[in-house]
């Protein structure tokens, strides 16, 4: 079983920036593609963006150009820096998380608030 820890939320104003991190314990696991995802209230989960273990990404388009995903593959951990927030980027923020030979593993979320 393969635990993840999501850090970095909290309450900014539009056009700030949060940097959001999600290690991975059990890193003898083998882990693949990593990514986040989040959920306003009353709005389905979606993608917000994915990373390969080689380092391919993949980004929702409504955070293109402002949202970069990256990982530390030695230390199992997915970050996502997110520049000029908007107060729609608001959501409860989600990592997942690939793993060779087991379910898809979710962390328990944390939460962004952009508002003036």
């Known amino acids: 079983q393969v635990q993840l820890v999501e850090s970095g939320g909290g309450l900014v104003k539009p056009g700030g920036s949060l940097r959001l991190s999600c290690a991975a314990s059990?890193?003898?696991?083998?882990?693949?593609?990593m990514g986040w995802y989040r959920q306003a209230p009353g709005k389905q989960r979606e993608l917000v963006a994915d990373i390969t273990r080689g380092g391919s990404t993949n980004y929702a388009d409504s955070v293109k150009g402002r949202f970069t995903i990256s990982r530390d593959n030695a230390k199992n951990t997915v970050y996502l820096q997110m520049n000029s927030l908007k107060p729609e980027d608001t959501a409860v923020y989600y990592c997942?998380?690939?793993?060779?030979?087991?379910?898809?593993?979710w962390g328990q979320g944390t939460q962004v608030t952009v508002s003036s």
């Open positions: 997942n998380a690939e793993v060779v030979n087991l379910v898809p593993a």
């Open positions: 059990r890193s003898f696991f083998r882990i693949n593609t």
